[in-house]
Nanobody, 123 residues
Framework: VQLVESGGGSVQTGGSLTLSCVASENIVSTMAWFRQLPGKQRTLVAAIGSDGVPSYAGSVQGRFTISRDSAGYTLYLQMNNLKPQDNAMYYC????????????????????WGQGIQVTVSS
């Protein structure tokens, strides 16, 4: 499965961006967005299962919305009220297994990754 992200860029504090991730095959069950700061480990931003139920990191709850299209090929991340601490490289991740929440936030549980896309928020 190949994942291709798009939609990143630069925005001012309080602005909005929408990230998209297109999967080459619809065999995945769990999809997620992770982000990574330089020199840091990737951390979960949001995840969603094939049932459409989302889960969010506390730092983005109420500001970000994860969704996927009905065909299951495209994953979205709507990011509102962006803050400088949201500056990071964002990665799309996918896994054919249906992961419980306790495993959704674990980077090593995902077999498929996009190349990453930069989000820059200026103050």
């Amino acid at each position: 499965v190949q994942l291709v992200e798009s939609g990143g860029g630069s925005v001012q504090t309080g602005g909005s961006l929408t990230l998209s991730c297109v999967a080459s095959e619809n065999i995945v069950s769990t999809m997620a967005w992770f982000r990574q700061l330089p020199g840091k480990q990737r951390t979960l931003v949001a995840a969603i299962g094939s049932d459409g139920v989302p889960s969010y990191a506390g730092s983005v709850q109420g500001r970000f919305t994860i969704s996927r299209d009905s065909a299951g090929y495209t994953l979205y991340l709507q990011m509102n009220n962006l803050k400088p601490q949201d500056n990071a490289m964002y990665y799309c991740a996918a896994e054919y297994r249906r992961l419980p929440w306790s495993q959704m936030r674990l980077e090593f549980e995902y077999n498929y990754w996009g190349q990453g896309i930069q989000v820059t928020v200026s103050s």
